[in-house]
């Protein structure tokens, strides 16, 4: 069985920085060959893309919403994959998941990942 919890969000002031770290378990599960990614959902929205990252770490896409102000990285040898976010403003208030991949690659579409987290909720005030 795979597990992926989230962390470090909080309350943030706009202007502010904030870094995500997922983390991934499970008896026999390594996250190495996948690719993984990052999503969001705001409240009376629907879940969207935010950042992803192929599986050795070397390629990286993200939402233009979130482009220049967000760093998405991974470690393979702890299971983990990174989400620093700075420049937040209120429009980044959002639970945030992160997701593993059944591919290797980048991907944008929540369709291509097969295990979620529970998310962290991070909220900017202005």
């Known amino acids: 069985q795979v597990q992926l919890v989230e962390s470090g969000g909080g309350l943030v002031q706009a202007g502010g920085s904030l870094r995500l770290t997922c983390a991934a378990s499970g008896r026999t599960f390594s996250t190495y060959g996948y690719g993984m990614g990052w999503f969001r959902q705001a409240p009376g929205k629907e879940r969207e893309f935010v950042a992803t990252?192929?599986?050795?770490?070397?390629?990286?896409d993200y939402a233009d919403s979130v482009k220049g102000r967000c760093t998405i990285s991974r470690d393979n040898d702890k299971n983990t994959m990174y989400l620093r976010m700075n420049s937040l403003n209120p429009e980044d208030t959002a639970v945030y998941y992160c997701a593993v991949s059944r591919g290797s690659g980048t991907d944008t579409s929540s369709r291509s990942y097969d295990y979620w987290g529970q998310g962290t909720q991070v909220t900017v005030s202005s």
């Open positions: 990252i192929n599986w050795s770490g070397r390629t990286t």
